[in-house]
């Protein structure tokens, strides 16, 4: 994290950098840097991973003809850099350490802003260029990690969450009521859209430069759209080829290493993988993790997107695997417990139960490891969910993702509703969207539909998804790495054809086919079922209580917002939805931004 500012000197601003950095404690537990210069203050707090002893941060270099300084702060990991390191070392350059830390920036001085051309991982990361006078933000192509920016005349404040800019006071957080529809669904969010005025985020795939001239965000990677000419045969195998380098990547690091493992298909294929490569290191076995909840045996009622509990397949694909399986069963109370610290490590309105079971979860992975692989993409990729295969609501023109489900924000007061226009709000984002597809010339019918759902899934509801887990992992010291989001498989697959994705009839067919020779057979016959959610009757009367206090409480930040008759209305149809668990699931969102409202002092203007 850090701030920019042209018109004062930092080096006087300590207090608020170190205030700044602090805020980023638990992202980064072991260790605090900071550096400072006369308009440049950069902080950052380490998640010791690879070289533990080295990899200090802020990493500076000298360079150019007058040893000018350039600055790096970096979160994440660069999969390939010890390539990359020796293709520096042939170039000329020493290393002092053997952390991804200092190849990133000798990759800048080598390469420029090019250097992101280079990178295999997840990254966000800021360099000061001291003989440019110039700052770069960059961020990985798919949005793993997270980078959060505020410019203003003269400068532009920077952090991996908005907590890091919400230290400083030069930024006060305000709410317009044009972004009222992204703030109850963020899965509507643009990329790089933020509900909160002036708050932006690095659009995945982009660099952001900041001079004394301004700021200006531009691309280094999109999807393209080009003909598919490999076979069934040849593209069930480079997909099992691409999958297994990847988890062999993503398993290096200097600290113990786990995987989630629902017993799905797409976390299965990850676990037997990584079981696979550690064993045969003399590593293994692999530690995997699964959640429940207690009183799911009587509480559980399937839905379209959660048919089945994850706990049985689970302990079942552990078993055939042969890893060490933890289950992690919480309770109500826990999860009501917990709710202060995943809102916490939110900063932005929280996602109620599914993010207080993920942090707990996480919490659990912790007292095992320091990196743990999730699943995260391979749906929206391999089409695993069920809009996939709805024709319903494939050929409507609108998000297929939310369906028929109804919408919180059709809830809102008449005179704010007609304002605010949220039904005309979601289809300009989605006409936005569907305008930057990139499209393969000449193709037409069902093949290009999917196309356009594939896109849609990957932006909104993936980048919501990659949100929680990065929030919640890294809110108790742990990395989570997501080898379905390699930028190598998602180009690949984004141009297999969607009869050839859909090959058995089933969903995600490419992975079924690709690796059916070492998963179980449960495994490879069960639906796609989502992260998994309580089902307790205690917890959705206590979030409807809560709800309801707020919806007659005159001084909620939110009073005047919604129609409490219309709340009741929607309340009173009470079925489960493709998108929503229940009525509480789907008005959760009213008691968290009021919870977060209150607790960061945000207005509504």
Request: charged fraction near 25%; include cysteine; glycine fraction near 8%.
């Amino acid at each position: 994290m850090g701030w920019i500012d042209f018109t004062r000197d930092l080096r006087q601003e300590t207090a608020t950098l170190h205030r700044m950095t602090g805020t980023m404690a638990l992202r980064g537990p072991d260790a605090e840097g900071m550096w400072t210069g006369p308009h440049t203050a950069l902080g950052h707090r380490r998640l010791s991973i690879i070289d533990l002893e080295g990899g200090v941060q802020p990493a500076v270099a000298a360079h150019g003809p007058y040893g000018e300084p350039v600055v790096l702060v970096y979160s994440g990991e660069i999969y390939n850099f010890r390539e990359l390191r020796a293709t520096l070392a042939a170039r000329g350059h020493r290393f002092e350490t053997r952390s991804d830390t200092e190849v990133v920036l000798r990759s800048y001085i080598e390469w420029g802003a090019a250097c992101v051309e280079h990178f295999n991982g997840m990254f966000a990361f800021a360099v000061w260029d001291a003989t440019r006078e110039e700052l770069l933000l960059a961020r990985d192509r798919i949005g793993i990690k997270p980078l959060y920016y505020h410019a203003y005349p003269g400068g532009v404040l920077f952090a991996s969450e908005p907590k890091g800019i919400l230290a400083n006071p030069l930024f006060t957080p305000v709410v317009e009521e044009e972004s009222l529809p992204i703030l109850f669904n963020a899965r509507l969010a643009l990329p790089g859209e933020t509900p909160l005025r002036g708050l932006r985020e690095v659009r995945p795939g982009h660099l952001v430069r900041f001079s004394r001239g301004g700021g200006h965000e531009f691309p280094y990677w999109r999807l393209v759209g080009r003909e598919h000419r490999d076979d069934l045969k040849t593209t069930v195998g480079t997909v099992r080829e691409l999958l297994e380098d990847i988890v062999d990547r993503q398993l290096v690091a200097d600290v113990p290493r786990s995987a989630m493992l629902s017993g799905g298909l797409d976390s299965t294929i990850m676990s037997a993988l990584a079981n696979r490569s550690l064993t045969k290191a003399g590593e293994g076995p692999l530690n995997t993790f699964s959640v429940e909840f207690v009183g799911d045996e009587d509480d559980f009622r399937p839905t379209e997107l959660r048919p089945e509990r994850d706990g049985p397949y689970a302990r079942l694909a552990a078993r055939h695997l042969g890893t060490d399986h933890h289950d992690i069963v919480l309770e109500t109370g826990e999860l009501l417990d917990a709710l202060p610290a995943a809102r916490r490590a939110r900063d932005l309105p929280s996602l109620g139960q599914f993010d207080t079971s993920m942090y707990l979860l996480f919490k659990a992975i912790r007292e095992h490891s320091t990196v743990a692989l999730s699943g995260e993409a391979a749906d929206e990729i391999f089409g695993g969910y069920p809009w996939f295969h709805d024709e319903r609501l494939i050929w409507r023109d609108r998000f297929p993702w939310i369906g028929d489900a109804p919408r919180l924000a059709d809830c809102f007061a008449p005179d704010l509703h007609r304002r605010v226009r949220p039904a005309e709000a979601e289809n300009d984002r989605y006409l936005t969207l569907r305008s930057e597809i990139p499209r393969l010339p000449g193709e037409e019918g069902m093949n290009a539909r999917m196309r356009e759902v594939m896109y849609f899934s990957l932006k909104g509801p993936l980048a919501y998804l990659l949100d929680r887990k990065d929030r919640m992992s890294m809110a108790v010291g742990l990395e989570v790495r997501v080898p379905y989001c390699d930028h190598r498989l998602i180009e690949y697959v984004w141009n297999v054809p969607w009869e050839m994705k859909n090959a058995d009839g089933r969903w995600k067919s490419l992975l079924r086919l690709a690796f059916a020779d070492i998963l179980p057979q449960a495994t490879l016959d069960r639906p796609k079922s989502g992260y998994p959610g309580t089902h307790d009757p205690a917890y959705d009367a206590e979030v409807m209580r809560s709800i309801d206090k707020i919806l007659s409480d005159p001084d909620s930040p939110l009073h005047g917002v919604f129609d409490p008759q219309r709340v009741e209305n929607l309340v009173q149809t009470g079925a489960a939805t493709m998108t929503w668990l229940n009525a509480s699931h789907l008005l959760l969102p009213i008691l968290e931004v009021d919870a977060w409202m209150r607790e960061y002092g945000v207005t509504l203007a």
